[in-house]
């Protein structure tokens, strides 16, 4: 099985300021089958990237993805404060599933 | 517009059973990779059960033998069959729609709005 971990478990920043999410396999993931997901409280997750790089339908261009084999970024350039949730990367390219512990963005 | 609704989620006792279901809509169930996931209290999310569009079926370790996932094809409608329960499959169950093939399959566009599995004396 594929462990993913996240860091930092929390980020507190402002809105307007950069965040930066890691998320770290413990084997080779193809980009093809990493993805990147954001759930507020009480809601069901929503997608947000895919593919280690493309941006779901209607997911504003201030979130992008980047990465390969084993280390895999997401980046919102300026948070909005609709953007403070908590962020989980997944792989489906080797079963099982797997996503990662996630990285909650907080309001500082 | 694509909609999936859950239900069955309750408050069942340990070695209980329960059946969820999902009624989709705005799509065909049988035409898409479908999973459930979880979500403990508090916790992260977990993979739980996939059915790929060709029947096949999958299932994290943690529920093998004992959860069966199926679907309706008449009723558009994904169900997840759970037996001998446990204190540890309390959670929130999502229903998730993937893509239409192995590429995109495993990846979630829509998603339910979950329902609560409380296993409990």
């Known amino acids: 099985e594929i462990v993913l971990t996240q860091s930092p478990g929390t980020l507190s920043l402002s809105p307007g300021e950069r965040a930066t999410l890691s998320c770290r396999a413990s084997?080779?993931?193809?980009?093809?089958?990493l993805t990147w997901y954001q759930q507020k409280p009480g809601q069901a997750p929503r997608l947000l990237i895919y593919a280690a790089s493309s941006r779901a339908t209607g997911i504003p261009d201030r979130f992008s993805g980047s990465g390969s084999g084993t280390d895999f970024t997401l980046t919102i350039s300026r948070l909005e404060p609709e953007d403070f949730a908590v962020y989980y990367c997944?792989?489906?390219?080797?079963?099982?599933?797997?996503f990662g512990q996630g990285t909650k963005v907080e309001i500082k | 517009e694509v909609q999936l609704v859950e239900s069955g989620g309750g408050l069942i006792q340990p070695g209980g059973s329960l059946r969820l279901s999902c009624a989709a809509s705005g799509f065909t169930v049988s035409s898409y990779y479908m999973s459930w996931v979880r979500q403990a209290p508090g916790k992260g999310l977990e993979w739980v059960s996939l059915i790929y569009s060709g029947g096949r079926t999958y299932y994290a370790d943690s529920v093998k033998g004992r959860f069966t996932i199926s679907r309706d094809n008449s009723k558009n409608a994904l169900y997840l069959q759970m037996n001998s329960l446990r204190a540890e499959d309390t959670a929130v169950y999502y229903c998730?729609?993937?893509?239409?093939?192995?590429?995109?399959?495993?990846?979630?566009?829509?998603w339910g709005q979950g329902t609560l599995v409380t296993v409990s004396s």
């Open positions: 997944q792989q489906y390219g080797s079963s099982p599933g797997t």
């Open positions: 998730a729609r993937g893509g239409t093939g192995y590429t995109s399959g495993g990846r979630f566009d829509y």
């Open positions: 084997q080779s993931v193809t980009s093809s089958y």
